[in-house]
Structures are given as C-alpha cells and as structure tokens.
C-alpha cells in the first residue's frame, strides 16, 4: 500500500514536495505523472542504495530523496513550470539495483492514488 501526499495549486516558479508513505520498506520507488490522454511517464526513481535518476526535463530542478526509518520518498519540485501539471503517482516493488533502473510503469505492482500538481503561468 503506497500513499501519495503534497499534491497541490502553484505559479510558475514555485516549489512543491511530495511525499510516498509505504506500509513497508521496497528496494526501488519510482515517482511517475500523468496527463489525461496520455502514458505514464517516468519523472525518477530512487534504488535500495539511493542512486537516483531521473527523466531529462526535470533534471536540475527535482530532487528525490527517501527516509528509510519511516519508509517515505519524497519528490522536491523547484522552478516549476505549466509542463508539470500532471497527476504524480508513487510505484514501488522488490527490484534489484540492475531492473530497477530499466523498470518501466507496466514492471511496477505497486501503485498509489495520485496526487494532482497544477503549476499556473
């Protein structure tokens, strides 16, 4: 069970941080968003190790960090702009360090709500 929060209205250039509460701990997270109409697109993801990476368009700009203890990810939005208004959706599952940085949305069995992330101009 994955939980999304931190979802919310902002202007451009503003700052939003997302958080993902996992029921327990998973080796890979991912965050990824959704524009109605479209795929699933992929914004990072964090391994069991911490090693992040994300897609090029927020790279910069978005940070994704976890607290292990409390087994939570963050998604730190700054600069945003109007292309990052999407539902922003938490995945998770028992990846190796390897597919985890390959797994695409279909790979992921675990899924949050969403959290809705409007950026105004």
């Known amino acids: 069970h994955l939980e999304e929060s931190g979802g919310g209205s902002v202007q451009a250039g503003g700052s939003l941080r997302l958080s993902c509460v996992a029921a327990i701990s998973y080796p890979c997270m991912g965050w990824f968003r959704e524009v109605q109409g479209d795929e699933r697109e992929a914004v990072g993801r964090i391994d069991s190790d911490g090693n992040t990476e994300y897609v090029e368009s927020v790279k910069g700009r978005f940070t994704i960090s976890k607290d292990a203890f409390n087994n939570t990810m963050y998604l730190q939005m700054n600069s945003l702009n109007p292309e990052d208004t999407a539902m922003y959706y938490c995945?998770?599952?028992?990846?190796?360090?390897?597919?985890?940085?390959?797994?695409?949305?279909?790979?992921?069995?675990?899924w949050g709500q969403g959290t809705q992330v409007t950026v105004s101009s």
């Open positions: 995945a998770a599952d028992a990846f190796g360090e390897r597919l985890c940085h390959v797994a695409e949305a279909s790979d992921y069995n675990y």
